[in-house]
């Protein structure tokens, strides 16, 4: 792409400049010569009023090496554009038209000057300073100038970037330039282009209708390609700002196209738009650069994207290709408004080259040769059979989109910049004397028109053209835009048709509105829908969004509420807390009513606990009734604190030890501020005043850097001003009356007696500034600059005939010296300055760069002082470098202040971004129960492991606590305690027994089944000791199997001892001597064993099949693990339950029906009682141990145990122990085969 730089260098060979035949004539110079004459692509047309075109016709070019050694060629122009082409004929069209209408502008003949821009900006410039300056290279200087007339207005350029820089020069002629094709949004600054007209929409608006339809599909995740001129860079800038003002979405990715073929930056290019997660491709490019982009998409296969194009490709037919089709399929684009021109297709069928005209710069010439691919002269041939010329083919014969005009876009927006002309013109031609808008009421005439006049007309512009468009310009020369919005079918023979689907408009009293036809759009995906294309899915209710770090807005991950929190609407940025009484739903998008649980009447652990309730209200009864007997007894608490027992009619005894809980800058004084200075204002003296002092000392700047120039003050106190010189405009003369307060001329005199400058004033006795050397800044780079070109100017003079680098190893001088030499020698220069800095030049014209960095110092008579406290600068070697002397700076706030728009987040929390914020400015949020940040300004609270918790700070995670039921707790202790207890009784009544196992009582029941029965009771009791203490593999495999075989043991020897009562008692009867044989020693022991082993196996089978095991349980309390058994398998566990209850219902059912057999000492009667306490016990087990969380339910199933155990202890064996050890008398066969006994 040609560049600014181009454009400037070539603008100093194009100015008109009278050249005398010798240096020293003070005579009127007779001719005026142009210094460069440009070879352009070119059509013209005479007339009375000449209007200039620029089109590109050529859509590239090949610039030559430029060595400034000779005369600098011209870049060359490739590549025939058919539509550009047809552009131009448009505009040659127009005029035609107009000069047939006899309503518009009669008698009066436009002719035109067009000229190729061939797509760079150099050749464009040169054509629009040709269209201002005229083209002849000799003009006779009459009276009356004459010779080609100048354009009065200009129709073009299709580039933004040229535009800009045409408009910014010929503006400050107030040349007329209205553009079809322009877009830029920079072109509307009415400050900075004040002759620009267009009458195609802005790119403001077409950023907009872009977004518009972004937002109509819920698309929030774009990638954006633009060309690298200021056509992408505006469209940029303005996509950047507006998408995030319109919450539209997020940008993927911004990559600017390269303006010419670079192959390597276009496959980077491709290759992020293939990997990146966006699906929706927005590019802003014009037709050859999207071109390229589309054959690498084409190369690396890159499907499955929907792709939006700009207005300058929406309609491209170069890129309606076959190869193309399955990629570009399904676009989406902004394209101009179309239009018709009646008679535009029979005005181009005439359209016939001049046989006599040999300038093969002739665009006719041109657009012939490459349509019908042939030569007018032999020497063009590229091959030796080349095809002849004739100048008389068919065109309607050649394949050519020249003659299509169905889909007139850019050529209606020529068309009717052509009009705008013409109407601007005619309607300066019908201005009445003496009512005229210009001073003293005058009209323009057509023989004296300037530029300027024609801008006033143009303003006011408004016609309507045949197709019903209405054009005219608001006050920054745009007219009302609108766009239609265009889709690529993909036919079934594979051809692409650009249908219209829609447009987006403005009006002037709407805003942009969007209307879509949203069936016709054709979208080439397998689901024929339009595709999804977000960083990130919504984050649905009952998640908050977490923005990720260094990463879009619309990046974000979707963070599950924490228990007890809820949000209830889509992309919630926090989570809020429920009410007090009410808990988050499974789903946390809203509140539920918190479960109201209580202890039931209705369940089984709440019958007991009622039961067990009443019994102590009766034992309190009875207590109360000892203490109102008692009642003078004083009461003294330690622990009780209700208020209420401070009243001593109610409590006249109670005394407690515990206290009761009734006990328990300027103007605005805006100061400490750092002020950070640029190099305009870093060591201003305007601004060191004593009121601003306060405000500003302390400020550090970035400050040019300063120099010495010896002998500059003596210069300066020499000047003087010339009485002679009669110019107002001297600028020495100004800065005299400036500086003593006085005027030359009286005349100029605002007041009466003002001083008259004599030019004798005294400059050294003047307070100013002006001879203050000691801080040469500009100054000093004016200083280099000067010698810069000196020193250049030196080596050129310097130069030795043969060994010279321009062409015939010649050397420049000063008669004969074009700029273009000078710059040779300018890149060569290398000096050192006096103050003893070197002064080169880089390939770009940059010399090193260094700043100096100063600080204001507030010294204490109030003034300030500029001082050096260190230095900025880059060389080859090192990078940017910054050098500071830190004890040397002054700090308005006595020590550097600390300037953050939010504190770090310390470890423990999270950075939240505040919406609409910077990235610097968020809000620390604590990181919720169970996750952890170890580091400042973490994005995110990482989640413990699982066997570890957050610690309170939540800046590092603690194991959690491990709970189980310990030997070390009181719990444990107590249950321990009991079970060893039991034991320990088990073993004195079985000493007991032992002690009197001759005894009637004891031989009367089974002595041998008592003393198995004592045996199996103590396991009971010992078993319970495998649920206290921390699981582990074989405690937990050993408990259920030992608590199950102990019972069934016990379990057994009862049964047995209940079917033995049963028997002996039907023994007695008549014929029931059979029944006691069953019943012998060896049966008794062999029931009891069979039995027992049908326990061992159901826990065998349990064990190996699926083995009780430590578990660590978190659903309880997720801050800690509960190590507790898992059972396995609840199949196993049921068996072993079930066998247990089977026998004790079944011992229990015996024994209730042998309640009443007759014996002074019927043990069936214990049994029932005992087999009572047995099932009570367990089935209140069952939902006790339910309903237990976690260690709890371990000492629930202990509690069983020893209880059921004590029962069982207590019913059969209590009443026995007291005949033994209290009632021996009874203990006799007499008193045992007695009616009775009292116990």
Known sequence: MGDFSDAFLHLTFSFALCVTPSLTTLSRPSSCKLWKKFHLNEIHKPGEIVLGGLFEVHYTSVFPEWTYTSEPQQPSCKGFDTLGFRDAMTMAFAIDEINKNPDLLPNVTLGYSLYDNCGALVIGFSGALSLASGQEEQLLL???????????????????????????????????????????SCLSNRQKFPSFFRTIPSDAFQVNAVIQILKHFGWTWVGLLVTDDDYGFYVAHSFQSDLVQSSGGCLAYLKVLPWDSNPGELKKIVNLIKTSTARVVIVFAHEIHTFRLIEEVVHQNVT????????????????????????????????????????????????????????????????????????????DWSEDEGVLCTGEEDIRQAETEFLDISNLR???????????????????QQC????????????????????????????????????????????????????????????????????????????????E????????????????????????E?????????????????????????????????????????????????????????????????????????????????????????????????????FATCSCLSDRQRFPTFFRTIPNDDFQVVRQNVTGRQWIASETWSSASVLQTQQLVPYLSGTLGIAIRRGEIPGLKDFLSQISYDQNDGNKNNLVRQFWENTFQCKFDPADWVERDEALCTGDEDIEQVDTEFLDVSNLRPEYNVFKAVYALAYALDAMLQCEPGEASFSGHSCATLQTLEPRQLLHHMNDVNFTTSFGDQVTFDK??????????????????????????????????????????????????????????????????????EKGQPECCFSCIACSDGKISNKTNSLECFSCPEDFWSHPQRDHCLPKIIEFLSYEEPLGICLTTTSLLGTFICAVVLGIFI???????????????????????????????????????????????????????????????????LAVFKSSKAGGAANIKWFGAMQQRGTILVLTCIQATICTTWLVLSSPAPHKNTQYHIDKIVYQCAIGSTVGFAMLMGYIGILAVLSFLLAFFARNLPNNFNEAKLITFSMLIFCTVWVAFVPAYINSPGKYADAVEVFAILASSFGLLAALFGPKCYVLLMKPEKNTKKAIMGRSIKL
């Open 432 to 511: 009445e004397s003496g009512k005229g808008p210009f001073n003293g009421y005058t009209c323009a005439s057509f023989q004296t028109l300037k530029p300027w006049q024609l801008l006033h007309y143009l303003q006011k512009v408004n016609f309507t053209t045949p197709f019903g468009d209405q054009v005219s310009f608001d006050e920054n020369g745009d007219a009302l835009p609108i766009y239609d919005v265009m889709n690529w079918l993909q036919l079934p023979d594979g051809r692409v048709e650009v249908q219209y689907v829609g447009e987006v408009k403005r009006s002037a009293f709407r805003e």
């Open 844 to 913: 770009n014209g940059d010399a090193l760069p260094i700043y100096d960095v100063m600080n204001w110092l507030w010294l204490p008579d109030g003034r300030i002082k500029v001082q050096n406290v260190g230095e900025v600068k880059k060389s080859d070697s090192r990078g940017e470098e910054l050098v500071l002397n830190e004890n040397k700076i002054f700090w308005n706030t006595n020590k550097p202040p600390r300037s953050v728009c939010s504190e770090p987040c310390p470890p423990g929390t999270r950075m939240a971004r």
């Open 995 to 1061: 002690c009197h196992r001759s005894t009637p009582i004891v031989r009367a029941n089974n002595s041998e089944l008592s003393f198995l029965l004592l045996m199996s009771l103590k396991l009971c009791f010992l078993c319970s000791l495998l649920f206290i203490g921390q699981p582990r593999l074989w405690t937990c495999q050993l408990r259920h199997a030992a608590f199950g075989i102990s019972f069934v043991l016990c379990i057994s020897c009862i049964l047995v001892k209940t079917m033995v009562v």
């Open 142 to 184: 009459q009276e009356n100038c004459s010779g080609t007339p100048p354009v009065l207005g200009i129709v073009g350029d299709s580039y933004s970037t040229f535009s800009i820089a045409i408009a910014d020069v010929l503006g400050l002629f107030k040349m007329p330039i209205v553009s079809y094709f322009a877009t830029c």
């Open 513 to 536: 509105e969007l209307s879509l036809d949203e069936d016709a759009i054709f979208w080439n995906f397998e689901s024929k829908q339009p595709p999804r294309s977000v960083c990130n």
């Open 304 to 379: 499955g994207r929907q792709w939006i194009a700009s207005e300058a490709w929406a309609t491209a037919a170069v890129l309606q290709t076959p190869s193309f089709t399955p990629y570009l399929g399904g676009t989406l684009g902004i394209a101009i408004r179309r239009g018709e021109i009646p008679g535009l297709r029979d005005f181009l069928l005439q359209i016939l080259p001049d046989k006599n005209d040999n300038n093969g710069k002739n665009m006719v010439r041109q657009f012939w040769e490459h349509t019908f691919n042939c030569s007018f002269n032999p020497a």
């Open 410 to 428: 850019p050529e209606y927006n020529v068309y009717k910049t052509v009009y705008a002309l013409a109407y601007a013109l005619d309607a300066m």
């Open 538 to 638: 919504n984050c649905p209710p009952g998640t908050r969004m977490a923005r990720k770090k260094g990463q879009p807005v619309c990046c974000f991950d979707c963070i599950s509420c924490s228990e007890g929190k809820i949000s209830n609407t889509t992309n919630s940025r926090e989570c809020f807390s429920c009410p007090e009484d009410f808990w988050s739903s499974p789903q946390r998008d809203h509140c539920v009513p918190k479960k109201t649980e209580f202890l039931s009447f209705q369940e089984p652990l709440g019958i007991c606990l009622t039961t067990t309730s009443l019994l102590g209200t009766f034992i309190c009864a009875a207590v109360l009734g000892v203490f109102i007997y008692h009642r003078s007894t004083p009461i003294v608490s330690y």
